[in-house]
C-alpha cells in the first residue's frame, strides 16, 4: 500500500488522504527554524552536503534514513553541539527565528537553552532525581529555592513522570528503569523552557511499552514546542511525525509531508528505501 | 506558569577559569626547568670562578691529580683535608658499582615475577603478586636503608666473613629492592599488553602455553622489558637514603664490590649539611646534583621513548 | 590450426614427511620465575617481621604521645609524628589543586597529540624521575635561597634570616613536587573513567565547560583525587632527602608552629637515630618503634588508597 501506482483515476483513496495532508499542512504555522545550504566536515572528511531545509513550529519533523546517513550530525548543528568535538566546521547557515546561530550568537550555550536536546542513551547525572531536573536551571543562574520546586515538578508532570517519582525525588536518578531515566532526561531538557527539543533516537533503547509512553508524550508535547526527532524506525516516524526528511549518505535525498513520503515519495531512493531495498 | 529569566553567562568568568587551569598546568613544565636552572646556577662557578677553578676544575675533577707536588698522581674524593681533593671518580665508581649490583639482584627477580606473574599465575595468584609488589614499593627508602644497616649488614657478615660491614654488596641488594617495582611492573605491563590475537595465532598453530610466552609475548614485550630495566636503573643512580645508611660511604677507587662505597647523591646528602655557603666544596656539590639531574633525566627520557614506541608498536599490530 | 598443450602426466611427488618433535614444556622456567616471586614474598616477609618484631614491644599509647627523653634512649615520638603529619598537611593543600588542575587541562582542553601536551607530559614523567636529592638541593636553591632570601631583603632587612632558612613550608612545597606527578596520574585515570554522556547532557542544557567541568566531571573524578593525594601523603611521609636541609631537624623542644619554624619528621629521625647515635644498642627500641610506626602508617594509608581506586575501576557511572 506504499507505493501509489500511477493510474488516471483521480478520486482513488491515497489521493483523497493526501489532499487533506497538504491542506492541514497549510494551516498556517511558521518555520521555527531554516537550514539553508549547510556543509558539515569532522576535520577534511565532509559529513552533510549542501542540505536545505524548514522545521516547521509546533510541528514533529523526523529524520529518517539508513545509519551512518549523516542524520545525527544534521540534528547536533542545529543546537551547535558538534563544537563540543575537535576539528569540526560547518558552512552555511541554521536559522532559529530568523537568526544565524552560528554567525549572531557569540555563545553557544544561549542557544541551547532555546533548542534542547535529548540523547539516544539516557545519560542522567550521577545525582538525585530532583537534581536531574534542576540542574538547566541552576546551570543558567536560577537560585530561587521556590522556583526551582516549581519547575521541577512542572517539567515531570510535562514528561509524563511526576506520578511515579513525586515521593522519590532525592533517590537517585539510577534507581529507575531505562524508560523512565529516559522520561527524566525529557524532563531535565523540558525544565530550561526550550523552543526546540532535538531527539536523537530517543526510544531506540527502550522496550515496546516504554517506546509507546514516548510517543505520547512526544505528541503532547509538540502543542508547546517544535520537535525534530531522529529515528531509524520508519514505523515510528510513520506514527509520530508530521513533515519527514530522507537522508542518504550526507544528503538531504527528500522531504515533505509525512503521509506524502510514505506513500508518494518523489525520488526513488526514498522510495527503495522506505521499501526496505537497502537500509 | 512560573516566570523564568536566566541569567547571561559571564564570558570573563570563562575566560579566567580557563586561563587559570591552563597557566597552571604549566606549573609541571616550569619545575622542570627552575630545577635544572637552580641547580645548576650553583654549579656555575666550576666554569666561571677562577678561585674555585683552583681547587675542582672540570679537569682536576676528572683526572688524575698530583695533589702533593712529588707525590703519585692520583683519585681522591676529601673535600675537608689541608689540599682539599674533588676527584669524581671514586664517586663515580661507587654510584655504579651500587647500581649495577642492585640491577643483577632486581632483574633476575623483577623480569621473574613479571614473566610468572604474566604467564604462568591463574587470575588468583596474579591477585596476590601485585599487591605484594605494590607493598614492596611503598616502603620508604629510609626503611630499606635502616633494614640493610642494622640486619642486612649483620647477615652479610656473617654468612660471607667479610670485612667491611657497610659495603657496596649491602647497599646494592637493598638498592635492589626499591629497583624490583619499577622493572616488575613495566615488565608486566608490558607482557600484559601483547595482544590476545597474537597468542591466539601461535596456540592455533599448536604451540603450547610456555611456547606462546616464549616465542611470542617475551620477543614482543622485550621493549618493555627492556625500559623497565633503565628506568630501574636510572633509580638506582639517584636513590640516597638507602646508600647513604648502608654502604659506608667511603669514597676510595676499588673494583670489589665488598668494600664501601660513596656515591654521588650519598655525598650530597652527607656533605651538604656542614658547606660553607659559596665555598668551593659548595659549589662542587651542587655540580654532582646538575650531574645527577642531567644523568637521570636522560635515562628517563630513553626509557619513555622506549616504552612510547613500543605502544606504537603494538597497537599498529592490533588495527 | 589448433594449438595443443602438451598433457603432461602430473608427477605424483611425495610429500615432505613432517616430524613434529617433541615440545618443551616450560617446566623449568615455570619453576624459576616461581622462585623469583618466592624469593620476594620471603624477602618482605622477613622485613616485615624484623622490623614488627623489634618495635611491637616499644610502640605504646605513651610511645606515641609523649617527645622523647634521655637523648632519645626513652620517651616518645610524639613530634615527628606532629611534625609528619603537619609537613604532609601543608604538602596536600599545595599539590592537590595544582595536580588536578593540570589533570584537567590535560585531559579536558587540550587534544593529546598537540606539541604542549606531550611536553608537559615529558615534563610530569621526568619530574617522577628527578633524585631525591636533587629535590633537596632545589629547595635549598630556589625555596630557602631565592623566595626565602627575596622575601628577607624585601621585608625584613638586615634582621636575620627570618624565610631564608630551613623552614616547614619550603620543605612541604619541595615536597609538593616531589608528589605532584603521583597526583596528576590519578586524577587523570579518575577522569578517563567519566563517560563523554555526562558532559554533552550538561552542554545540552546550556552548561558552559567550565560549568560542566566543576558540576560534573570533578565530582565524578573525586575517588581518583582522593587516592592520588593519599599516595602523595604516603610518598611525601617517607621521603627524607628533600626534607634534610630545607627543615628537618633531630631534636626541637618545641613544636613547629609558624610557617617557618622548622620541624621534627618520623622518616629524618630514623636516618639519624640509626646513623648517628652515640649508643646503638640503647636507642635501638626508639629506633625500631619509630620505624614501625612509619611503617604501618605508610601501608594504612597505601591500603586505604588501593581500596578507592579498586571501588573506583568497578564503580563506574550507570553501574
Known sequence: MLVHENTDEVNSTEEIDDAIDEQSDTIPTRMKMSVRSLDFFYGNAQALYDISMDVAEHRVTALIGPSGCGKSTF????????????????????????????????????????VGMVFQKSNPFPKSIFDNVAYGLRVNGITDRHIIATVVEESLIQAALWDEVKDKLNNSAFMLSGGQQQRLCIARALAIRPEVILMDEPASALDPISTAKIEDLIGELKVKYTIVIVTHNMQQAARVSDHTGFFYEGRLIEDGPTRRIFTRPDKKKTEDYITGRFG | MQELKFKPKSRLREFLGEKLISVNAYIALLAIFLIFAFVFKEAIPIFTDGAVQQEASLEKMTFKQEFRAGREARWSWQPNSDIPKFSLWPLFLGTIKAAIIAMLFAMPLGIGAAVYSSEFADRRLRE????????????????????????????LQNVLGLTFRLNALNAGIALGLAVIPIVFTVAEDAMTSVPGSLRDAATALGANPWQVSLTTVLPAATPGIAAGVVLGFGRAVGETMIVLMASGNAAIVSASMLDSVRTFSATIAAELAEVVFGSTHYTVLFFIGALLFVFTFLINLGGDMILARLKQRLQGKTS | MITETQDRPVEKKELVELQFRPKTSGTIPRGLTLLAVVIIVVILAVIMGNIIWGGIGTVSWKFLTHPPEQGMEAGGIFPAIFGTVALVFLMVIAVVPIGVLTAIYLHEYTSPTSKMTRF???????????????????????????????????????????????????????LALLTLPVVIVSTEEALRTIPPELREASYALGGTKLQTIWRIVIPQAMPGVLTGSILAVSRGAGEVAPIMFTGAAYYLPYLPGKLNDQFMELGYHIYVMATQSPDVEATKPLLYGTVLVLLALTFALNSIAIVIRSRMRKNRVGT
Open chain 3, 120 to 174: 608537559i607530559r615529558v615534563a610530569i614523567n621526568n619530574l617522577a624521575g628527578v633524585p631525591s636529592i636533587v629535590f633537596g638541593l632545589f629547595g635549598l636553591g630556589f625555596f630557602i635561597g631565592f623566595i626565602g632570601g627575596g622575601l628577607d631583603s624585601l621585608f625584613y632587612s638586615g634582621e636575620g634570616p627570618v624565610w631564608g632558612q630551613p623552614a616547614i613550608i619550603w620543605a612541604s612545597l619541595t
Open chain 2, 128 to 155: 596476590f603478586i601485585k599487591p605484594v609488589i605494590e607493598i614492596l614499593a611503598a616502603i620508604p627508602s629510609v626503611v630499606l636503608g635502616f633494614f640493610a644497616l642494622m640486619v642486612l649488614a649483620t647477615f
Open chain 1, 75 to 114: 540534528l547536533r548543528t542545529l543546537n551547535r553541539m558538534n563544537e563540543t568535538i575537535a576539528g569540526t566546521r560547518q558552512q552555511g547557515q541554521v536559522l532559529l527565528d530568523g537568526r544565524d546561530i552560528y554567525r549572531e550568537f557569540n555563545d553557544p550555550s544561549a542557544i541551547r537553552t532555546r
